[in-house]
């Protein structure tokens, strides 16, 4: 069975942090290249950062130098530090692998973990 919950968003001040979730299905998660997503409203989904199965690390320019993205292999699980938040942060985060999974010929996707960044 086919999973991605992500967890750990909630409501922050500008400035402050937050450390989202990611719990994958391991038959998904071992073999591939994980991401974090974000959608904001009236934006398409873009990707922020990447993590290889041997823990190599990309970023979007967007978030490099205040986000960081890991992995437990061993958990199946990955996570993002985000760090000094600004509200054009605020989105609903999902975690994928690289490119998204196909299920049935359908993008599959969680039901993400919304992060709002506000004073």
């Known amino acids: 069975q086919v999973q991605l919950v992500e967890s750990g968003g909630g409501l922050v001040q500008p400035g402050g942090s937050l450390r989202l979730s990611c719990a994958a299905s391991g038959s998904i998660f071992s073999l591939n290249t994980m991401g974090w997503y974000r959608q904001a409203p009236g934006k398409e989904r873009e990707l922020l950062a990447t993590v290889t199965r041997g823990g190599s690390v990309n970023y979007a320019d967007s978030v490099k130098g205040r986000f960081t993205i890991s992995r437990d292999n061993a958990k199946n699980t990955m996570y993002l530090q985000m760090n000094s938040l600004k509200p054009e942060d605020t989105a609903v985060y999902y975690c994928?692998?690289?490119?998204?999974?196909?299920?049935?010929?359908?993008?599959?996707w969680g039901q993400g973990t919304q992060v709002t960044v506000s004073s």
């Open positions: 994928n692998t690289v490119p998204p999974l196909t299920v049935n010929l359908r993008s599959f």
